[in-house]
Structures are given as structure tokens and as C-alpha cells.
């Protein structure tokens, strides 16, 4: 109840049974479609094959960094936005799962209304509340207060319980452990079989929530053991594992996932636990619901950025020739530090996975065209200040300032472009 009161789980039967058969179908067509892609992830220099296979889902223009890997989100067919498919099949099943995005916004909005008054009606409530109490208990009135609360006042900012609520993409995750050869113990309490390590979820919102729709494909052959006393949880069922970070004393915690189960991390509880996924026998997906930080992930963002270092090319009007306003060290700077970024964490990211987004739409071919034609300018500039710092009638102190932080961000980018032809 203290140490994982943030983190309120729903039972499959208190979700709309139509929004359940759509979304477990949306799952299936994608599936169909071979939709889900392991990621190549980078970890202390390493790559490394993930053993889920994901698809990231959002809003348009969207992007999810994590282990050094962005994914683009398949656009889900927003108001505004002109978004071809390629099949019936996926708009339907974007559209379910932009539906299911509704959903789980409302129901975190709920939960933390009714856990604002929850925790309020303990504070001035001086009845002893009985410490036999369990946790599931705990949860279930945790839920029952959260009932139906979109219309009472709470003293929480408005515009900031939207900011951490407002799910902008979710990152849908399938795997059938039965196919994989290895799987890693838990190594501190002994859960067993983990299909995604101890970890927080990064490049999110501060103080953001996570929800999370799972769906094991249970049948008949895969069922929960009843025969005898399990010590542990049951290792043909699928879990969720809560710990609290860098805390191996305090007990951690296994919640079983059945079909169309649905689980909520409130507030801080990404940063202040650590969670894992504990494999059960069947294959299972799961839609976890993110606030992304958008600062920097976003078309708009980049785009914006190109913008900004463009404006300091200039073309002659009677000989239409290229060159640069100005060769302020800070101006180079700036301009090179955002070569690089388009290059190395949107270009190269996005074809460095391939043309697999194509199995979906084609919608992010004309926004990387319009980036490589900002990329090939950025390109004639850095050759502009090359020109320029060769020629004497520069006044040197200037010239070795611009040469000097130029130089850095080239080396860099050599770098760089080694490390991504390497891989």
C-alpha cells in the first residue's frame, strides 16, 4: 500500500467489451501484416537485438527515442491530416488504438483525481484503518473512489494534469517467449523468466503516467496451475514486476496480466520504481501509452531547427551565388550543431532501420525529403566556412575562434558517421 500505491491495475471486465474486440483484432491484423520489428538498441557502445518486436503508433510527426534508437510513429489518423494506408487492415487498426488512446487518457485523469481524494480523505480521516488490510483491497477502493470523478473540482493544475495525461503515441510490443531460445532470469527475487528487463521508461513527460493495455493470447493448452501450492508467481501466466529503484530490500512485486487486463503507473512511480515484464508460456501484446517529451522529437521541432540554420545562407540576386551572412563563431556553432542533429538523430535513424515503416504508409517519404534538401544546404554551408577561414584578409582572432569550435563539431561528425557505417 506505501510502496506501490501509484500503480492501479484494472481487471479486463471493467473495459467496454466492443473497445476489448477491437483492439485485441487491431493486434492481430498488424500481426498479419508483419508490422512488429525488433530494434536494433545501442547499449555502452553495443548493439543489440531486443527480443519483443515493436511498432510505435501516434500522433503525426512524432518520434520515441529509447536506447539510443528513434522510432517514427505510424501516423494513427488524426483531424487534419492527409494519411494513406497500406491496407484497410492498419487504418482500422490505428484508428482502434487512437480510440483506446481516448480511453486510457480518461481513466488516468479518473485515477488520479480519485487518488488525490483518496490520499486527502486518509489525511483528516482519524480512524485507524485496519493494517491487515491487503493490497489488492487497497487497489480495489483506490478504484471505486476514482469512479465518475471528470466533474469534481480538484486542487491539482488543470493544464498540468493534462500535460501528464495527454498519451501523444503508444509503443505496441509482441512476442511469443515459446519462439525464444534465451530469456534472462529475474536476478533479485526470483520471478523467473523476463521478456523486458528491470528499466524506466525514458524520453517521457516528468512526472507523466504510463498505461498499459495487455492481451496474452491464452487458450485452452496455457492455464493458470491450481494443482498445487506455487511458490512465486506462476510461471505460465504473464506479469507485470514493480521495485522500488535501486532498492532490492524492499519486496518487489509481480501483478498476473491476463487478457485484456490494464494497468496504470501514476505520476512519478516510472522514476521512483523500476518495472519489468515477466514472460508467461503464450504469445502476448501489450499497447503501453506514452506522454513522449515532443521538445525535441517532433517534425516541427527539426524543422524548426533547419529554419533557424538556414537563415544565415544568403543567395546573390543578379549571380544567384551561396554564402554566409555571418561567421560568428556562435553562428557556426549553432549551425553545425544542427547539421549534425539532422543527420545523426533523424536522417540516419530513420534509414538506418529501413524501409519497414512502408509495410504500414509511406507517410514520412516527403517530411526525410524535404530534411535531405535542408541537409544538403547545411552541407554546402559547412563547405562556405571552410572557403572562408582559408582566406588571409580574416581578422585571426576571429578566425581561430571560428576554426577552433568548427573543428570540434567536425570531428564529431567524422566520428560519427564511422560509428553508423560501422553498424
Known amino acids: ?44 557502445g553495443k548493439d543489440f537485438l531486443t527480443p519483443v518486436s515493436r511498432i510505435l503508433i501516434g500522433n503525426p510527426g512524432c518520434t520515441y527515442k529509447y536506447l539510443n534508437t528513434r522510432l517514427f510513429t505510424v501516423p494513427w489518423p488524426a483531424e487534419g491530416y492527409d494519411i494513406k494506408y497500406c491496407s484497410p487492415q492498419i487504418h482500422d487498426a490505428c484508428k482502434a488504438l487512437m480510440r483506446l488512446n481516448d480511453y486510457l487518457h480518461i481513466e488516468t485523469v479518473k485515477a488520479l483525481q480519485g487518488q488525490n481524494l ?27 473512489v476514482s469512479k465518475d470523478q471528470s466533474s469534481v473540482c480538484v486542487s491539482e493544475d488543470d493544464r498540468s494534469l493534462k500535460n501528464r495525461t495527454s498519451y501523444n503515441l503508444t509503443l505496441l510490443n509482441y512476442m511469443d517467449p515459446l519462439q525464444m531460445l534465451y530469456l534472462k532470469q529475474e536476478p533479485y527475487f526470483g520471478m523467473g523468466n523476463m521478456a523486458v528487463s528491470w528499466h524506466h521508461d525514458e524520453s517521457l513527460v516528468e512526472r507523466s503516467a504510463v498505461a498499459v493495455y495487455s492481451y496474452s ?68 501484446f501489450s499497447s503501453t501509452h506514452r506522454v513522449a517529451d515532443s521538445s525535441r522529437g517532433t517534425l516541427e521541432y527539426i524543422f524548426g531547427q533547419c529554419e533557424l540554420a538556414l537563415q544565415n545562407l544568403q543567395t546573390d540576386s543578379d549571380s544567384m551565388a551561396l554564402s554566409l551572412k555571418s561567421l560568428e563563431a556562435a553562428v557556426v556553432k549553432q549551425v553545425e550543431e544542427i547539421h549534425n542533429e539532422v543527420e545523426f538523430e533523424w536522417l540516419r535513424q530513420f534509414w538506418f532501420q529501413g524501409k519497414r515503416y512502408l509495410k504500414c504508409t509511406d507517410w514520412w517519404l516527403k517530411p526525410m525529403a524535404k530534411l535531405e534538401e535542408s541537409w544538403r544546404k547545411l552541407e554546402i554551408m559547412t563547405s562556405l566556412v571552410l572557403s572562408e577561414v582559408r582566406k588571409e584578409q580574416q581578422i585571426e582572432e576571429q578566425r581561430n575562434e571560428t576554426i577552433s569550435c568548427f573543428l570540434l563539431l567536425l570531428k564529431e561528425r567524422q566520428k560519427l558517421r564511422k560509428e553508423w557505417t560501422a553498424r
Open 217 to 284: 493470447c491464452e487458450d485452452s493448452s496455457v492455464q493458470e496451475s491450481n494443482e498445487q501450492e506455487l511458490k512465486g508467481r506462476d510461471p505460465a501466466v504473464w506479469h507485470v514486476g514493480l521495485k522500488v529503484a535501486w532498492d532490492i530490500e524492499t519486496p518487489g512485486l509481480a501483478v498476473p496480466l491476463h487478457q485484456g487486463d490494464i494497468y496504470l503507473m501514476l505520476d512519478d512511480l516510472n522514476m521512483t520504481h523500476q518495472h519489468c515484464v515477466l514472460a508467461g508460456l503464450s504469445p502476448r
Open 1 to 44: 500500500k506505501t510502496k506501490y500505491s501509484k500503480l492501479i491495475f484494472r481487471k479486463s471486465d471493467t473495459v467496454p467489451e466492443e473497445l476489448h474486440q477491437m483492439i485485441q483484432e487491431s493486434f492481430l491484423a498488424l500481426r498479419e501484416h508483419n508490422c512488429f520489428f525488433q530494434d536494433l538498441v545501442r547499449i555502452k
Open 118 to 144: 483518496f490520499e486527502n480523505k486518509e489525511i483528516k480521516d482519524t480512524t485507524v484503518i485496519d493494517r491487515k488490510q491487503s493490497f489488492a483491497t487497497c487497489l480495489t477502493e483506490q478504484e471505486s
